[in-house]
DNA sequence: CTGTTAGCGCTTTCAC
DNA sequence: GTGAAAGCGCTAACAG
């Protein structure tokens, strides 16, 4: 009576392409036709059928490490992300694996901590495992070269974070748009004096949100007050950091705060709970990404929707495209402004709302 | 002038071996021990020199898939989840990448949407692909047997979603603990009539939970209300369809309810606003999970912490060890007891609390 | 239709 | 110390 304490993983049982053919008593290549859909025309069909049957007698399993070395490519998309405790970075590489499987290919990630030497060790190793293409999410300006050289040896597609100025792919999100959906709400509402909680600038996505928000409201002569400071990172507590300042320094405050994302919005409803400011009866909020649960915030946040799943899929449809060997266009995808409960009417009556209530005036 | 017009990837520029070792006048399997730490001491220094010289100049690239045809390895683990959507299985695969990098090691994803065939489609793959290890987060029960036939092949761990008897390792939290201390936070507020939002009982998870939840409820003496349902998934809407059978169906209401994990919970909380049932006035609420944002819902949901970031890191630790060819012990990781502000020592009067304010008598 | 012959780029004996 | 040769498992070109 055997007990098997533990697994032992007797290398031993490693079926090859000969063993197949000596059981089927063929030439391997003849087992390598039969086993492959394009090619099995070329056997005849009774000895293909023997092959299949041996090779699943035997339990064989295509060795790709072999035929990687042989095709030069290895249907593998090296993903390339800062940090993947972000849940901002997980629905693209959701998007981007689920777009590629159907080619048979899988991702493989790696974290760089948004630190620039770790990166480009990422990349060589990437490279040197051979991935057929490179996806970077949320690479820094540093980083442009290593990707552009890269990019001269498979196609490298940028995420999320946009680049200025390079020959590289790119799918990314109309911030500018974005920071103007964001103002134009306010307008509408009745807003005349704002400010918005930066993101750090040398990220484009922010510089970008900065600018549409700015040229609204400018073109509606709406005061837009500035802080003259800036997140250092897109976080909680930079949100709060900034949103102190605001309340410490700002004579008259505004009626509308636009956050440059959700998690400095977070921090900005704390310290404006804090100060005894009411969202939205005292002043207006607006954040950016629409993570998973900022509407179950209270109030439930206004915010711009970031297509996170959807710039994946389109990802990895453009690498697909790039390896079939066709020009990709870049994309740009269109953000969706989400109105809930952050935001009001200036100046507006501070009525008090019922959990569940029906579809009010 | 040129003009680049897009990225070409021409093939030409890979360097070989033996290019180096030409460029160099030696062979190539002294380029091969030259460029190895392991055994570069065999080298001559000034040949070693020389030969790191060429080849960074010619910038040689390990091919690392020729090298791991001939070694058998290929640094890579296979992570197989059920959804990368799932804000859950995130840190997981965090922590594992981390605790893995350090041996050079990176990890694949696959994602099987807890489909069986999938499953099986993708553990398939990954063996051909010649993964060193495989890691399973949230296998079901019917996924055991291919996972134990991999794991004849290769180390396989079991992360987050615990198998009943089986051989392989396995890291996961200890959820009776959980349930239990669910329990004792609630009997320690007096609550003398309870009742569980019950996760899907297929997986072992939502059993063991109830069954610590249960067990110390029996000890002191407390009712509990039986709905005599569970969620199909352990998701909000599923949290929603529970509680409202709790409130439309039972005569006399619990004064606590402990949801199985945090979804489920903030359904309740949506249902219990709808119903005018104020958290924790009325009734008091326990989640598990602690995502990421429930310390900022309204009440600030107290729940049981899975330390999923721990998890994937002790997952990694594992993986090592085993590749090392040592064995390793299961790891059952303590869960954390978060207490906010959804539970209320029972009967307490109903103070408004102002946001912010300091500690409270 | 099927077998033969060469490699893919690297590591690994075994000589010298 | 270094070179020569063999081979990891597979596919591709060429015969027959």
Redesign the interface.
């Known amino acids: 009576m055997a007990v098997?304490v533990?697994?032992?993983?007797?290398?031993k049982?490693t079926v090859t392409l000969h063993d197949v053919a000596r059981e089927a008593g063929v030439h391997a290549s003849t087992v390598s036709r039969a086993l492959d859909p394009a090619r099995d025309f070329k056997v005849k069909e009774s000895t293909r059928q023997r092959i299949i049957d041996v090779a699943g007698r035997l339990g064989y399993?295509?060795?790709?490490?072999?035929r990687?070395?042989q095709s030069?490519r290895?249907a593998?998309v090296g993903i390339v992300v800062a940090d993947?405790?972000n849940?901002f970075v997980?629905?693209i590489?959701?998007g981007v694996?689920?777009s590629i499987?159907g080619a048979?290919m899988?991702?493989?990630?790696?974290?760089t901590l948004d630190d620039h030497a770790r990166f480009k060790n990422i990349l060589?190793?990437m490279?040197?495992?051979?991935v057929d293409a490179v996806v970077a999410i949320s690479a820094r300006a540093d980083d442009q070269e290593i990707l552009e050289s890269a990019?001269?040896?498979?196609?490298?597609v940028i995420a999320a974070r946009p680049l200025d100025e390079t020959?590289?792919?790119q799918v990314v999100q109309d911030d500018v748009m974005g920071g103007e959906s964001a103002a134009e709400h306010l307008v509408e509402l009745g807003h005349r004096r704002v400010a918005q909680l930066r993101g750090p600038d040398d990220v484009a996505n922010f510089a970008r949100r900065a600018m549409g928000f700015s040229r609204v409201c400018r073109a509606h002569g709406v005061d837009e007050i500035e802080l003259g400071d800036q997140a250092r990172r897109p976080i909680i507590s930079e949100g709060k950091r900034l949103t102190e300042q605001l309340v410490d320094r700002v004579d008259e405050l505004p009626t509308a705060v636009f956050a440059h994302n959700d998690l400095m919005a977070?921090g900005a409803?704390?310290v404006f709970?804090?100060a005894g400011l009411r969202v939205p009866g005292d002043v207006s909020l607006v954040g950016y990404n629409d993570?998973?649960?900022?509407g179950?915030?209270?109030p439930p946040l206004t915010t711009v929707r970031y297509p996170s799943?959807e710039v994946g899929q389109r990802v990895g449809e453009v690498v697909l495209q790039?390896l079939a060997g066709h020009?990709a266009e870049d994309i740009i995808i269109p953000p969706t402004f989400v109105v809930r409960e952050s935001t009001r009417r200036v100046g507006s009556a501070s009525l008090t709302r019922v959990?569940?209530a029906g579809p009010g005036s």
Chains 1, 2 share one sequence.
């Open positions: 098997i533990s697994q032992d993983h007797s290398k049982d399993r295509p060795h790709m490490v072999a990687w070395l030069g290895t593998t993947l405790g849940t997980t629905p590489i959701h694996a689920g499987e048979g899988l991702a493989i990630v790696a974290e060589d190793h490279l040197s495992r051979r990019g001269r040896i498979i196609p490298v020959v590289l792919r977070i409803l704390s709970g804090s993570l998973p649960m900022v179950l915030l209270s799943l790039l020009d959990a569940g």
